[in-house]
């Protein structure tokens, strides 16, 4: 079975840099898609970035293109979030998602989820 667990949320000041994990475990993940989503107060979560775990293709929202960085370690099982130049409307609940194969935008998709770690940004 598998399972995601996040860490490295905290709260940082804007245009401050942090850097979120999501160990996986359950599976060698070679044909996954791991994803980020973040969930504001108030708001519907959405979609944040992917990566396709077998050739390294990423994705990302509009939102946070040329801020954010997705990236792995296939020996540890881990997928990264680098975040950068972090906003005040960055501050949410952060959680990884996995799925078979490909990476998709549609929260229904996936069917495992980590705990989630909060982010929060003061201005």
């Known amino acids: 079975q598998v399972q995601l667990v996040e860490s490295g949320g905290g709260l940082v000041q804007a245009g401050d840099s942090l850097r979120l994990s999501c160990a996986a475990s359950?599976?060698?993940?070679?044909?996954?898609?791991m994803a980020w989503f973040r969930q504001a107060p108030g708001k519907e979560r959405e979609f944040v970035g992917g990566i396709r775990w077998s050739d390294d293709n990423t994705y990302y929202a509009d939102s946070v293109k040329g801020r954010f960085t997705i990236s792995r370690s296939k020996a540890k099982n881990t997928v990264y979030l680098q975040m950068n130049s972090l906003k005040a409307e960055d501050t949410a609940v952060y959680y990884c998602?996995?799925?078979?194969?490909?990476?998709?935008?549609?929260?229904?998709?996936?069917?495992?989820w980590g705990q989630g770690t909060q982010v929060t940004v003061s201005s």
């Open positions: 998602a996995a799925r078979l194969f490909v990476v998709t935008r549609r929260i229904s998709s996936y069917n495992y």
């Open positions: 359950g599976d060698t993940f070679s044909n996954y898609a």
